[in-house]
C-alpha cells in the first residue's frame, strides 16, 4: 500500500484544514487508517482511526469536538478535519495504515504516507 497525504498547510489559530490520505495498491477498506503527528521535537502520536471492519472512528481524547476522521473507500481516501485550531497543533501529520487488532501505536501500522506539515501561527 502507498499513502499519499496533503492539505497541510500554515493557518490561523482558530481557522481549519483538512487533511487528505489516498492510499493506492490496496483498498482501503481492509486497514485501519489511522493518522499521527510529530510535533517539533516531540515524538510521533496517535491522533485518531478510522477502523476497517465499521469504519467508525476513535480519536484520541484530547482532540475530540474539534478533529473528526472519516473515509470514502470508493475513493481509496480517508480524512482528518481539523477545527478550532490551535498552535499547539503544529506538527508533521502522517497517515498509516494497518490489519493489526491494535491501532494506537505506530508500530500497529505497516504503511506510512510520508507526512504533511501543518503550521497554525498568526
Known amino acids: 500500500v502507498q499513502l499519499q497525504a496533503s492539505g497541510g498547510g500554515l493557518v490561523r489559530p482558530g481557522g481549519s484544514l483538512r487533511l487528505s490520505c489516498t492510499a493506492s495498491g490496496r483498498a482501503i477498506r481492509a486497514y485501519h487508517m489511522g493518522w499521527f503527528r510529530q510535533p517539533p521535537g516531540k515524538e510521533r502520536e496517535f491522533v485518531g482511526v478510522s477502523r476497517r471492519s465499521s469504519g467508525a472512528s476513535i480519536l484520541t481524547d484530547s482532540l475530540k469536538g474539534r478533529f473528526t476522521i472519516s473515509r470514502d473507500n470508493a475513493k481509496n481516501t480517508v480524512y482528518l478535519q481539523m477545527n478550532s485550531l490551535k498552535p499547539e497543533d503544529t506538527a508533521v501529520y502522517y497517515c498509516?495504515?494497518?490489519?493489526?487488532?491494535?491501532?494506537?501505536?505506530?508500530?500497529?501500522?505497516?504503511?506510512w504516507g510520508q507526512g504533511t506539515q501543518v503550521t497554525v501561527s498568526s
Open positions: 498509516a495504515s494497518g490489519s493489526s487488532v491494535v491501532f494506537r501505536a505506530p508500530e500497529d501500522y505497516g504503511y
